[in-house]
Structures are given as structure tokens and as C-alpha cells.
């Protein structure tokens, strides 16, 4: 099939009518917590100790913890990439880099992330609503980023752009999960003081429904901001 000149054309800047700048002011607190996930999270599950995991292994699941390994390294792939992804700059002045960073996380980071999270949920510690939170969660983002790849491959690069904020969205709320899990949980404990499993209830709910149901409902205001200042290519 023959492409025509449109389908040819570099990806376009869709949103900026001048040249991306370098540094963005989103670029700091998107920085900030993924640094601050990494260095709080992170050196924990590279000791290679089941005992320092802050999610319960099941000890009748002699994979839990090897999966629950590759999950979270893959699922720092994904967050690092994918902040790549949405960088302007990146984008334009270097669209090779953009590419392959895109690759990585898809096929190294966010994909075999989302795979392995529906694999341990059955195994943990995640019941009823926070299950289904968690795996809805994973079938939505292999959704949303199958989508993205295949507009790519199409040139189809508005579709591409809102796919792929869709699942930068998903993505993110790997840390915001945490936040909410956690504000929660201090949030509500003093007032279910008797009641631990109560409380634990409300911050899984928090954790795994809210965390991406905010973010994607942002990416949805953002879409429909940016479409009233879009820049149609040609």
C-alpha cells in the first residue's frame, strides 16, 4: 500500500506552536517522586530478601516473590521511560531516542508490568475491590499501550499522543498509588482505632481504584484542554 505525503511526515508537534522547550515547571515534581519512589522502594527489593518486601509473600507460592521482583523492575522501567515519553524536547529534537524509549517501555517496562501484576494478584494479599481495582488496572494499560504502538506504526500520531497520555497516566499511578495508599490508611485509621481491617479496606480501595481512576480522569481534562489550543500539522 502506497503512503501518502501525510503519512510520511515526522512526527508533528501537536500541541506547541513554537519549539518545545528544554525544561517544562511539570518536569520537577514528576522528577521528585520518581526519584524519591526509587530511593525509598527500590534498594528494598535488591537485597534479594523475601523479609524486606513491603507486600506479604505467600510462602505457598514459591514464585510470588520472583514474580514480584520482575513486576517491580519492570514497573521502574516503565516509569522512567515513559517520563521520557511525554519530555516535548525529547521528542522533537531527538525523535530516534523518543523511539527506542518508547520500545523500552512498552516491551521492557509497562507490558511484562501490567502481564505480571495479573499474574501475583490471585497469589497476594489483594481481595474483592482491590483485586479487580489492581487487575482492571493492568487490562486497561495493555489496552490503552497496544493502542499507542499500533497508531505509531500507523502514523497516526494524534491517536498515538492520546493513547499514550492515557497510559503514561496508568503508568504513573504505580506512585501515586503509594500516596494514596498511605494518606489513606493515616487518614482514616484514628477512626476505626479497633478496626485494622476496616482501615485497610479504605486504603487497598485508595490504592489500587483511586490512584488511576484520578489519573486518568486528568489526562481526560488535559486532552480536552489542549484541544481548544491544538495545532493541526500541515
Not at 18 to 41: E, H, K, N, S, T
Not at 194 to 210: K, N, S, Y
Not at 222 to 228: E, I, N, T
Request: with cysteine; aromatic share 12%.
Amino acid at each position: 500500500m502506497t503512503q501518502t505525503p501525510e503519512q510520511l511526515r515526522p512526527i508533528p508537534r501537536v500541541e506547541e506552536k513554537a519549539r518545545a522547550r528544554f525544561f517544562r515547571p511539570w518536569m520537577i515534581p514528576l522528577g521528585l517522586l520518581v526519584a524519591a519512589f526509587m530511593l525509598m522502594y527500590l534498594p528494598r527489593y535488591l537485597t534479594g530478601d523475601p523479609a524486606q518486601s513491603l507486600i506479604p509473600i505467600n510462602e505457598r507460592f514459591r514464585l510470588h516473590y520472583p514474580l514480584l521482583i520482575g513486576h517491580i523492575a519492570t514497573g521502574t522501567i516503565a516509569i522512567v521511560t515513559v517520563c521520557l515519553q511525554v519530555w516535548a524536547w525529547l521528542r522533537e529534537r531527538h525523535p530516534r531516542a523518543h523511539r527506542i524509549s518508547g520500545r523500552l517501555y512498552i516491551f521492557a517496562g509497562i507490558g511484562p508490568s501490567a502481564v505480571l501484576s495479573l499474574v501475583i494478584v490471585p497469589f497476594g494479599i489483594l481481595t474483592g475491590l482491590s483485586a479487580i481495582g489492581s487487575s482492571l488496572w493492568a487490562v486497561l494499560t495493555l489496552g490503552v499501550t497496544a493502542a499507542g504502538y499500533v497508531t505509531a506504526r500507523r502514523r497516526q500520531w494524534a491517536q498515538h499522543r492520546k493513547y499514550m497520555l492515557y497510559s503514561f497516566g496508568l503508568a504513573t499511578s504505580i506512585l501515586t498509588g503509594r500516596l494514596f495508599f498511605t494518606g489513606a490508611w493515616y487518614a482514616v485509621a484514628p477512626l476505626f482505632p479497633d478496626d485494622e481491617m476496616t482501615v485497610l479496606a479504605i486504603a487497598q480501595f485508595a490504592g489500587f481504584w483511586l490512584n488511576w481512576l484520578v489519573n486518568i480522569a486528568l489526562v481526560a481534562w488535559w486532552l480536552r484542554r489542549s484541544a481548544k489550543k491544538a495545532v493541526l500539522p500541515g
